[in-house]
Structures are given as structure tokens and as C-alpha cells.
């Protein structure tokens, strides 16, 4: 199984990005899929999930109204759009899978698969 994550890079306050996650390897469609993030010298946190039928999605706070999480079954990729971007977003993002039928996960220990991460960062 890979996931592998694209789209980071630096940005401005206030900017967008769009993260990918390309996944091989497993039957994309029957996987949750989640976005965790870990900035230096904290924790690796929840940003958002989605449903293995994107019917379901569920955001951090801090990230409520700004990001936006989809999927593309046919494509096998899941996407985090950005927008309103804040230094405190700076992190490396990692998208990870979850087998799990129903409302996805936020706990980064119920997920199976991990990217390699990518970074963003987001300059004042």
C-alpha cells in the first residue's frame, strides 16, 4: 500500500493550497481517509476525515470554515483544499487510511496506512 501526498509548499498569509493524496494498493473505495498534521515540537493532530463514500466528513476547530476535504473514488485520491491560510497552519500534513465503514475517524491510532507527509508552510 502507498499513499502519496503532493501540493505542499510555502504560501503567503491568507493564501490556498491543495494537497493530493494518491493511493495504490488497496481498494481506495473502502477506506476512510483522514489529514493529520504535525508542526515542530508538537503533537501529530486531526485536521479533517472523510467517509470511505464522502458522505460523512468531520473538521478540527481550527481548521472549521477555512479547509475542505473530498475524494475521488474513481481517481483513488483525496484532497484537502486550503484557503485562508494561517502561519499556524504550518505543519507537515500527512494523509493516512482507515477501514472502516461509517463515520470516518479522528484518532491517528485507528488508521492503517500513512503517507511520507508533506509540508506547508504558511510565511506571515
Known amino acids: 500500500v502507498q499513499l502519496v501526498e503532493s501540493g505542499g509548499g510555502l504560501v503567503q498569509t491568507g493564501g490556498s493550497l491543495r494537497l493530493s493524496c494518491a493511493a495504490s494498493g488497496l481498494t481506495f473505495s473502502n477506506y476512510a481517509m483522514g489529514w493529520f498534521r504535525q508542526a515542530p515540537g508538537k503533537e501529530r493532530e486531526f485536521v479533517t476525515a472523510?467517509?470511505?463514500?464522502?458522505?460523512?466528513?468531520y473538521y478540527a476547530d481550527s481548521v472549521k470554515g477555512r479547509f475542505t476535504i473530498s475524494r475521488d473514488n474513481a481517481r483513488d485520491t483525496v484532497y484537502l483544499q486550503m484557503n485562508s491560510l494561517k502561519p499556524e497552519d504550518t505543519a507537515v500534513y500527512y494523509c493516512?487510511?482507515?477501514?472502516?465503514?461509517?463515520?470516518?475517524?479522528?484518532?491517528?491510532?485507528?488508521?492503517?496506512?500513512w503517507g511520507q507527509g508533506t509540508q506547508v508552510t504558511v510565511s506571515s
Open positions: 472523510i467517509s470511505w463514500s464522502g458522505g460523512i466528513t
Open positions: 493516512a487510511a482507515n477501514s472502516r465503514y461509517g463515520p470516518p475517524s479522528k484518532n491517528e491510532y485507528e488508521y492503517h496506512y
